[in-house]
């Protein structure tokens, strides 16, 4: 009878799933050569190769492709059951991975981990930054973070923070001699800090008053996706820059940005935890949305925490 460790099996679901063998290692845990030398040894007792490698990608080979399909599910069920049994515990335990977007995560999730870590002391939390829209399941996500336009209508969500807002901010010196904006279509030409996603999305800048929206896309001298490196790049005087209200509180405070267009910028709903419905939940992240739901009561007229 072949003897095959169900570790490696798991391990070539990660590896198949995330075609890299770095990321796979991360996810399991794992070095990167000894996560390869498992799959080699995997290979050699199955005698089928599932797995095609070249410097720069891996892909499962049809066999691997089809050992995946069948794997994926069976793994699910197994990870049911061991949480069936964890569920009768007293102790909320084990791994918790969440997936979100940095500036819920700075903004709204940096505050909880701690307290939330320090009551559950036996759960082992990994958080992930990523703008794009993941598949959570698919990616081994017990839970993800979204803002509500881009909620997916079967997964159930909780609230995860109060309303924020974007804010036009620009360096005192940047505006002197300038003349005064007043609606957002005297920006078009006007130098701007850019926001680019590593997926090479650019996504406009949206005002809104009243009835009336208005959407622009911003041109200027510099395009990144680092809030810190825009805030200093604002600050000492390149461009506009459109960004979330919470990253510049400080600088608003301290003079460094002025705010413009105010009545252009309402709030909008704070982030939210999502989770899929149709599958069970693990203790450690029933544990978190409940510890989530207490936070948002004992914070609610708590504004965003400053970045430092």
């Known amino acids: 009878m072949l003897e095959v460790d169900l570790r490696d099996l798991a391990a070539f679901v990660a590896v198949a799933r995330q075609r890299n063998f770095r ?4 996810e399991q845990r794992v070095s990167a050569s000894s996560l390869s030398q498992r799959m080699r040894d995997l290979e050699e007792r199955l005698g089928v190769r599932l797995l095609n490698r070249t410097t720069r990608s891996v892909a499962p080979t049809e066999a691997g492709q089809r050992l995946l399909q069948r794997l994926a599910p069976a793994l699910r069920d197994v990870a049911d059951a061991t949480l069936d049994v964890r569920n009768m ?17 700075r903004l709204v999730m940096a505050p909880m981990v701690a307290p939330f870590l320090k009551r559950y002391p036996e759960i082992d939390l990994e958080i992930v930054a990523d703008s794009s829209l993941i598949d959570i399941v698919s990616e081994g996500f017990d839970a993800g973070i979204r803002y509500e336009e881009t909620l997916a209508q079967d997964m159930i969500a909780v609230s995860l ?10 360096a005192p010196a940047f505006l002197e001699g300038r003349k005064r904006i007043k609606s957002p279509s005297e920006l078009l030409g006007q130098p701007c800090i850019v926001t680019r996603f590593r997926s090479g999305v650019q996504l406009p800048w949206e005002f809104r008053k009243g009835k009336r929206a208005v959407k622009i896309m911003p041109t200027g001298p510099l395009t990144a996706a680092h809030p810190e490196l825009q805030m200093r790049a604002a600050i000492d005087g390149l461009g506009f820059l459109m960004t979330f209200e919470g990253y510049a509180q400080a600088a608003i405070a301290s003079g460094l940005l002025v705010t413009l267009l105010e009545d ?24 978190f949305i409940a510890f989530v739901k207490e936070w948002r009561k004992e914070h609610a007229a708590a504004t965003q925490p400053a970045v430092y």
């Open 23 to 26: 990321r796979a290692a991360i």
């Open 89 to 105: 515990r007293d102790v909320p335990s084990g791994r918790l991975r969440i997936n979100g977007p940095e500036p819920a995560l």
């Open 161 to 170: 923070g109060p309303p924020e807002r974007y804010v036009l901010v620009a």
């Open 264 to 287: 252009w910028l309402p709030s909008f709903p704070g982030p939210f935890l999502y989770y899929p419905g149709r599958r069970q939940r693990p203790p450690s992240l029933t544990a």
